[in-house]
């Protein structure tokens, strides 16, 4: 839930055209789902549950699409 707030707030900061603060905000938004997925709670899953650690794989495009407008690239 935390992960998906960030992507709409990078989503309003691309749409303004402020594409360092959206980078950023992707940067912590794929840090952060990636340690919610290394977390764990020692529980086997049987069925699949949504992490955070998949939308996290997903943003890497993202942010290199945005980090090459913000200029970092």
């Known amino acids: 839930m935390v ?3 960030m992507i709409v707030a ?3 900061c ?7 603060l959206s980078f950023w905000i992707l940067a912590y938004a794929i840090v952060y789902g ?7 709670d020692n529980q086997a899953r049987f069925v699949y549950r949504g992490t955070s650690g998949v939308t996290a794989a997903m943003l890497i495009p993202v942010a290199w699409h ?6 970092y690239l």
Do not use: D, P
Request: without cysteine.
């Open 10 to 12: 990078a989503g309003l």
């Open 66 to 71: 945005t980090a090459a407008l913000a200029g």
């Open 34 to 40: 990636g340690l919610t997925m290394l977390r764990g």
């Open 14 to 20: 691309y749409w303004f055209a402020w594409y360092k």
């Open 3 to 5: 992960t998906m707030a």
